[in-house]
């Protein structure tokens, strides 16, 4: 079994591996298009890459990380959709793979529609990348001090 197939069985999504598809093109962002609208306020970005990603090459600018491999992803997720309800959610990885197959799992729990950013911060079929379009990047540490208390972690 891949890894992220057991770590979302780990965190209660595992079921959701092997729903049916979702019929309708989900919708994707570019990252020039999505630090528009995280800087305008139109989107809450989340990084769902790990605490060692974020650290080496930065998170993108008022993304709020929330690593998708954590014990605490699915009921933070359902949280920051729940008070988000309304507010369009975009999700970035590193190259868009992990956003998405997270994508579809939350289109398939009723839990709502989230963008794609299918760039990702290193770039992938859909375009160069957060990190190679020099869009603006915070330092991991600070990213996390600014996201709201709800979304974050665990203590």
């Not at 998170?59 to 605490?72: E, F, H, K, Y």
Request: aromatic content about 6%.
């Amino acid at each position: 079994m891949p890894e992220l197939t057991r770590r979302l069985f780990a965190l209660g999504l595992g079921a959701l591996v092997f729903a049916t598809p979702v019929a309708a093109q989900p919708p994707v962002m570019s990252a020039q298009e999505a630090s528009r609208a995280v800087a305008a306020g139109e989107i809450v970005l989340i990084d769902i890459r790990t605490p060692d990603e974020w650290r080496e090459s930065g998170v993108a600018l008022g993304a709020w990380p929330i690593d998708m491999v954590s014990r605490d992803f699915s009921s933070r997720m359902q949280a920051l959709l729940k008070a988000e309800a309304g507010k369009p959610i975009a999700i970035i990885c590193a190259t868009g793979g992990r956003t998405q197959f997270l994508q579809k799992v939350i289109a398939q729990n009723g839990l709502g529609d989230v963008i794609d950013v299918g760039e990702g911060m290193y770039g992938s079929r859909h375009g160069q990348g957060w990190l190679k379009e020099n869009l603006p990047l915070a330092r991991a540490e600070a990213a996390l001090a600014a996201m709201p208390e709800a979304y974050r972690a665990a203590k």
